[in-house]
């Protein structure tokens, strides 16, 4: 490697572009995949509104009674489009599901940092992570197989099996492993002076557990819940298999109902494209992805509130 | 160990008759009133002092006086810091190395550092030392063959070394993983060597063999050493600095900076008093 | 006293939950083996499915399933690698920076049906394509590429800092220090990440009703030539994949059989998906054992 003694120490010394082509090149890259990302999630974002507001820009449907309205007859002669039975259902299954999983994913994670951390690591961090990889039409499947003949048998409330109660069981299953990671990751986060001081107090476990240990990780536990029920939320085909699908807003936890996911799912293909029913399944769409913005915007609150 | 430091000086004795030619006492480094901050919190204080050529400079001073941050800003390691910026100048060969027109990537090459900890690249011992020739477009077996060679013979482990050059790097003890960090930085050519604490982390026998290392070293390159070790400061370098709180409290000649030194912080920081 | 019954109790229930957990799990596993395991045969996986008859196969829609995955990863990983990169090495604290993240955020949080509906209104309608597989790649690469970039980046952040140092003190480029020593040190969490993230668009499904469609027509295996309407390779076709068949066999199934057709890919799909699972993890510690030995 000869020595450039030659050049002056400003020829070799000051940046030039010439010097240092393999880098220009790489951020050039890199940036076109940052790029790319952006223009991804504009794109998403402004077709689907656009599309979503066709049905009431083209086809004139009052937005009023379409979030609020609970008559849906596409097909009768004054076709009404009320999604309010499929918005509530979406809500119903969303709220209730997080209500079965929330304790029972922050109950587990508790166990997992606090009682046993042995059988924790070996016994409930695999059977989380296998329950994790289980794809949700194969929840959906075993909800029809198994709960739904289930419930009919049990519970004489229950003609069909297909209720909200059966979605609302499978989508907490479904659900389960992503509460109890993110609040075991919140739990196992908090620094074990917080244990040892109120253990040193005389306080018992269940006592360091419910006055210190939760309150300290409430934020994060809130955002473990939130995003489960933004999975669940946004959950199609497990809970359009055992939902029941019908358009009458549900009277009790055993009717069947129908959620804006299974709607979209069930008349994509049997409505025309362009048509007014085929528009309005993609408002609902437009009402899914404005409350995914919703979900991003409690977390980053909760975030914001961390205390650890 | 006898052949081996005559077969070293052999290797010296080659490169260092072009620069005989050169001014002894020629200066490399001038630094006027330098000042580094993090953010607002001023690392360096308005520092000046002068660098000569084919000398060995030590840096001594409690922890956090400022002398890693100088030592990184020489070859603008700092400039990974986002919230690190600098006032004054350093002036090598007329250019002020802390300009922004400045090509950070040449300089490097000319100012090359070896870190505290040895930190090898998960590769073979050849492709540590390979791996920035490659980069510069250097090929060819026969020529990376001749330079990793003579990187190796320069930083003393050529002999413990040549009959595995193909095995990970981290199979070599800490001392041998030093050394080997100093000679892929010999590889380039560079014309100062920034050492800051190499043997700090290292067991007294691999110190010692640092120690001998650096000493051979100056005959070719211009050395400023970071260290927290008087013994050593005082053993092998020309020059010392004491840095205090971000300041230079005392810039002499070794000798007279361990014998006599004119500043009292210096003689109860060297005697240690305090640090 | 009073308390340490309280503590008793408490401790009794989380043991319960607990419990509960595992014991779910084990019913899942054990409906879905016993059940499904009896069904899978060679003539299972090599016969094409029928829609009338008794004795369908699922050979055309397992070959989907790795067909779109294998499209998918092919091009999500190049994009979600250097989206990590930029992430990690380039991106400067502030405005631009936190947009992208939000953008990332936001579509890891979209419903899959949604990126479905998305995929169908570019990839299907406005390309003139109608349902292909490429239509599906697609759609399940936006669903994919948030978690390939937080795969990529975390990885990258691993990766020790002085490691960087020196490459950069060698008087070496960014980019260069990127390709030669940062990205190799990364490559175990990579790699481990993304088989991860294979099972997870592996089993996906309602991104690929709308997209690559419920059908398959009739394949030759023999047919190697891509741009063949025949071709199993062919980008340009429709293709019911495992995920998207178990759905549809259980929602408009009218063959005889529809159980133990449903039995059979669930099993197939379960084990598929643990098979990555597991795989990940091997790979990830032998690659780390392998890269951070000393010889």
């Known amino acids: 490697m000869e020595k450039q003694t030659t050049l002056s120490a400003k020829q070799r010394l000051i940046r030039s572009s010439s010097k240092n082509p393999g880098e220009t090149r790489g951020k050039i890259l890199v940036s076109l995949c940052a790029l790319i990302i952006i223009i991804a999630t504009l794109s998403i974002t402004l077709f689907l509104a656009i599309k979503g507001l066709q049905s009431f820009i083209v086809n004139g449907l009052n937005p009023l009674e379409f979030l609020f309205s609970s008559e849906w007859n596409p097909t009768s002669s004054d076709p009404q489009y009320g999604a309010l039975p499929f918005i509530l259902g979406s809500l119903a299954v969303t709220l209730l599901s997080a209500l079965i999983a929330g304790p029972l994913g922050i109950g587990c994670a508790i166990f997992m940092t606090e009682i046993s951390t042995s059988i924790g690591k070996k016994v409930l961090q695999p059977v989380i992570e296998l329950l994790v990889g289980i794809p949700s039409v194969v929840y959906g499947f075993i909800g029809l197989t198994v709960l739904v003949p289930f419930i009919r048998n049990t519970f004489s409330g229950s003609a069909t099996g297909f209720s909200l109660l059966t979605g609302t069981i499978v989508l907490s299953v479904m659900i389960l492993p992503t509460v109890t990671t993110i609040a075991t990751d919140a739990m196992s986060s908090l620094p074990n002076s917080l244990r040892e001081g109120s253990l040193a107090l005389g306080a018992t476990r269940w006592q360091t557990i419910k006055k210190v240990l939760i309150p300290a990780a409430l934020p994060s536990l809130m955002t473990a819940i939130v995003l489960g029920m933004a999975r669940a939320f946004g959950e199609a085909l497990a809970v359009q298999m055992v939902i029941g699908n019908v358009r009458d807003l549900p009277g009790s936890l055993l009717d069947p109902s129908a959620t804006l996911t299974t709607i979209i799912t069930l008349n994509m293909g049997y409505t025309t494209y362009g048509s007014v029913d085929n528009n309005t399944l993609w408002s609902m769409g437009l009402i899914l992805l404005i409350i995914s913005f919703i979900f991003i915007l409690i977390i980053r609150y909760l975030s914001a509130r961390r205390k650890i | 160990m006898g052949m081996l430091k005559e077969k070293v000086d052999k290797s010296k004795q080659k490169t260092s008759d072009k620069k005989e030619e050169k001014d002894q006492s020629e200066l490399i480094l001038r630094v006027n009133d330098l000042s580094i901050y993090y953010g607002s919190n001023q690392a360096v204080k308005n520092i000046s002092f002068d660098i000569e050529k084919n000398s060995i400079t030590a840096l001594i001073g409690p922890s956090g006086c400022g002398k890693s941050t100088f030592l990184r800003s020489v070859n603008r390691m700092n400039d990974l810091i986002p919230i690190s910026h600098n006032q004054g100048e350093i002036i090598y060969e007329d250019l002020n190395i802390l300009d922004k027109n400045i090509d950070v990537i040449a300089l490097r090459k000319e100012i090359g550092m070896v870190f505290q900890k040895p930190n090898p690249f998960p590769k073979s011992i050849y492709n540590n030392i390979t791996h920035a020739l490659r980069f510069y477009g250097i090929k060819g077996k026969k020529r990376l063959d001749a330079i990793v060679e003579e990187s190796l013979r320069k930083a003393a482990l050529w002999d413990e070394v040549k009959d595995r050059l193909d095995q990970s790097a981290f199979a070599l003890s800490g001392g041998q993983q030093q050394r080997l960090c100093i000679a892929r930085t010999l590889a380039m050519q560079p014309n100062i060597l920034l050492l800051d604490e190499p043997a700090s982390a290292l067991d007294p026998v691999s110190n010692a063999k640092i120690e001998e290392l650096i000493f051979e070293l100056k005959k070719d390159y211009t050395i400023v050493i970071v260290t927290h070790n008087m013994q050593q400061a005082s053993r092998v370098s020309d020059k010392t600095a004491f840095f205090l709180n971000g300041r230079i409290v005392e810039y002499d000649d070794t000798e007279t900076i361990f014998t006599n030194p004119s500043v009292k912080e210096t003689e109860d920081y060297i005697s240690g008093r305090f640090g | ?295």
């Open chain 3, 1 to 295: 006293m009073n308390s340490k019954v309280a503590d008793r109790i408490a401790t009794g229930v989380f043991i319960a939950i607990a419990t509960i957990i595992v014991l779910v799990l084990i019913g899942l596993f054990s409906f879905i083996l016993f059940r499904g395991v009896p069904q899978i045969s060679w003539d299972f996986i090599t016969t094409t499915s029928s829609t009338v008859r008794e004795g369908g196969g699922i050979r055309d829609q397992l070959f989907n399933s790795f067909y779109i995955l294998f499209i998918t990863m092919l091009i999500t990983v190049p994009l979600g690698v250097l989206g990590g990169v930029y992430m990690a090495e380039y991106a400067k604290p502030g405005k631009i920076t936190n947009f992208i993240r939000s953008c990332i955020e936001l579509l890891a949080s979209l419903p899959s049906i949604v990126v479905g509906m998305f995929g169908l209104l570019i990839f299907v309608n406005s390309t003139g394509w109608g349902y292909t597989i490429i239509g599906g790649a697609l759609a399940l690469t936006i669903f994919n590429i948030p978690v390939m970039v937080r795969v990529s980046e975390d990885a990258i952040r691993s990766v020790p800092n002085v490691q960087k140092e020196a490459s950069l003190a060698l008087g070496i480029n960014h980019w260069h220090t990127i390709k030669t020593v940062i990205l190799p040190s990364a490559f175990p969490g990579i790699l481990t990440g993304a088989i991860l993230a294979s099972g997870r668009v592996f089993g996906e499904a309602a991104a690929l009703l709308f997209t690559a469609g419920l059908s398959t027509p009739r394949l030759d295996y023999m047919n190697w030539n891509p741009f063949s309407t025949t071709s199993p390779l062919n980008i340009f076709r429709p293709a019911e994949t495992l995920s998207v068949h178990i759905w549809a066999v259980n929602t408009n199934g009218i063959m005889p059989d529809v159980e133990a057709i449903a039995d059979g890919s669930s099993a197939i799909l379960v084990l598929s998906v643990l098979f990555f699972n597991l795989t990940a993890r091997f790979v990830g510690s032998a690659v780390h054992r392998k890269i951070t030995a000393s010889k």
